[in-house]
């Protein structure tokens, strides 16, 4: 498609976005369930109900404008969450597939705050202060996702999982 103007870049980006989030949320339930250390499942259950309000708040702000939040597909999250499930799929003691389960939530984490950073940057250029503010709440709560994944490496799951068992 032709666009004419930051303000169609920043509807096309947050459809790419909207239909990540969407992809996240079948995701996360599966990397739940397959994480053993009880503080990462749980990361993974709150970051799931967050994603939902980052869906609902895409939403919100398409109403906004008055375009439709469908018709792209993220490839980008596609190919994440596809080396994810390659990594779900290998053989490895519970230690081990926790740090690998950060590992790949830590690249989708990135990977969203990229895009949020990008797009916030975007409706203030334009001068759209409201979706500014809505897009910088979710960017927030990729950031704190991603600090908490850290923090629960850095603490315990990376320690345990470069012990010898
Ligand atoms: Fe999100
Ligand atoms: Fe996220």
């Given at each position: 498609?032709?666009?004419?103007?930051?303000?169609?870049?920043?509807?096309?980006?947050?459809?790419?976005?909207?239909?990540?989030?969407?992809?996240?949320?079948k995701?996360?339930?599966?990397?739940?369930?397959?994480?053993?250390?009880?503080?990462?499942?749980?990361?993974?259950?709150?970051?799931?109900?967050?994603?939902?309000?980052?869906?609902?708040?895409?939403?919100?702000?398409?109403?906004?404008?008055?375009?439709?939040?469908?018709?792209?597909?993220?490839?980008?999250?596609?190919?994440?969450?596809?080396?994810?499930?390659?990594?779900?799929?290998?053989?490895?003691?519970?230690?081990?597939?926790?740090?690998?389960?950060?590992?790949?939530?830590?690249?989708?984490?990135?990977?969203?705050?990229?895009?949020?950073?990008?797009?916030?940057?975007?409706?203030?250029?334009?001068?759209?202060?409201?979706?500014?503010?809505t897009?910088?709440?979710t960017?927030?709560?990729?950031?704190?996702?991603?600090?908490?994944?850290?923090?629960?490496a850095?603490?315990?799951?990376?320690?345990?999982?470069?012990?010898?068992?």
């Open positions: 498609m032709e666009m004419e103007s930051l303000q169609e870049l920043l509807v096309e980006e947050m459809r790419d976005l909207y239909n990540a989030e969407n992809q996240l949320l995701a996360l339930p599966k990397m739940a369930k397959k994480a053993s250390n009880p503080q990462l499942k749980k990361a993974f259950e709150t970051h799931l109900k967050e994603t939902e309000g980052h869906v609902q708040r895409l939403q919100r702000v398409f109403e906004k404008l008055g375009k439709k939040p469908t018709g792209k597909k993220c490839a980008a999250m596609e190919g994440l969450i596809e080396e994810g499930k390659e990594m779900m799929a290998e053989d490895m003691d519970e230690d081990t597939m926790d740090a690998a389960l950060i590992s790949a939530a830590q690249k989708v984490e990135h990977y969203e705050i990229a895009s949020y950073g990008t797009v916030r940057t975007w409706a203030q250029l334009l001068g759209d202060e409201q979706t500014a503010r897009l910088q709440q960017l927030d709560e990729e950031g704190k996702t991603d600090k908490l994944l850290t923090d629960l850095e603490s315990s799951i990376n320690i345990e999982a470069a012990q010898p068992n």
